[in-house]
């Protein structure tokens, strides 16, 4: 996608089951290269500002109805209408912190009876993640953590599905941390594997494309 070795910022994209931690250790995160003095911000996908985002929001909160295909590709333009934001901060040299992304679209909604690869398609060509930190956790253990609430996908046999659909996405991006410990532990190894990544996009890492 671009062969410049200017200094930019990291794409670190959180992923994982319903509490498995993601937004707390984003915060976390987010404090720890705001400290260091880095440009820093934190993104969220659904990102539920946006007019597509309330759809999606009215969706995930049962407040409406649509086939699954329909609610997919929501999904997947929801990060579309962001792209271009993404790519000129992360070229700005800011780094993004984001708490779910691509991984979460195709496992929901494979873990939905989707095709895989159906899934996988409108996602092709967004900017690749330079990390992805899974939260790894049983569903049993996360579902003890506070309880579901009335969103939709809350709900232990589903999640179930979904761990076992997000396994087969990972690829060389991804660094496994065990997130049944605790919040302590999980942040001292998030700092540790970060760190080295924002170095790599500093020196010139170039930006690529996700599964295209
Ligand atoms: N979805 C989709 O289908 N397609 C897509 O493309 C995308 C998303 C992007 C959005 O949910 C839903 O949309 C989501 C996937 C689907 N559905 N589900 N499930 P969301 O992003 O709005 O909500 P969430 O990601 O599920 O957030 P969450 O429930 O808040 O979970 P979390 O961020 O992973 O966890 P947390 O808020 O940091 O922690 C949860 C609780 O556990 C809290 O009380 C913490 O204090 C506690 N906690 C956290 N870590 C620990 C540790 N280590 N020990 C003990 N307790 C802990």
Same mark, same amino acid.
């Given at each position: 996608?671009?062969?410049?070795?200017?200094?930019?910022?990291?794409?670190?994209?959180? %992923?994982? @089951?319903?509490r498995s931690g993601k937004t707390s250790q984003c915060g976390r995160l987010l404090s720890y290269l705001e400290g260091l003095?880095?440009?820093?911000? @934190?993104?969220?996908?659904p990102d539920r500002t946006t007019s597509v985002g309330q759809m &999606?929001?009215?969706? @995930?909160?049962?407040?409406?109805?649509l086939d699954?295909?329909? &609610?997919?590709l929501l999904f997947s333009a929801?990060?579309?209408?962001?792209r271009s934001m993404m790519e000129a901060k992360l070229k700005a040299g800011t780094t993004l912190i984001v708490d779910r992304y691509s991984y979460s679209g195709v496992a929901?909604?494979?873990?939905?009876g989707l095709?895989?690869?159906?899934?996988?398609?409108?996602e092709a060509g967004l900017i690749a993640p330079d990390l992805v930190l899974y939260l790894d956790i049983p569903p049993e253990k996360a579902a003890e953590r506070g309880g579901y609430g009335d969103e939709r996908y809350e709900q232990l046999e589903f999640q179930k599905k979904v761990a076992q659909h997000y396994k087969l996405l990972e690829d060389s991006a991804w660094k496994i941390i065990d997130a049944s410990r605790s919040l %302590?532990?999980? %942040?001292?190894q998030v700092k540790e594997t970060v760190s080295e990544y924002v170095v790599s996009c500093q020196k010139g890492k170039p930006l690529s494309s996700l599964w295209s």
């Open positions: 996608m671009d062969a410049s070795s200017e200094s930019r910022g990291a794409l670190v994209v959180f %992923e994982g @089951l319903d003095g880095h440009p820093v911000e @934190l993104w969220r996908f &999606i929001s009215a969706y @995930l909160s049962n407040k409406s109805q699954d295909h329909t &609610i997919h929801n990060r579309w209408e962001k929901f909604s494979s873990a939905k095709d895989f690869e159906w899934c996988k398609a409108p %302590e532990d999980v %942040e001292k």
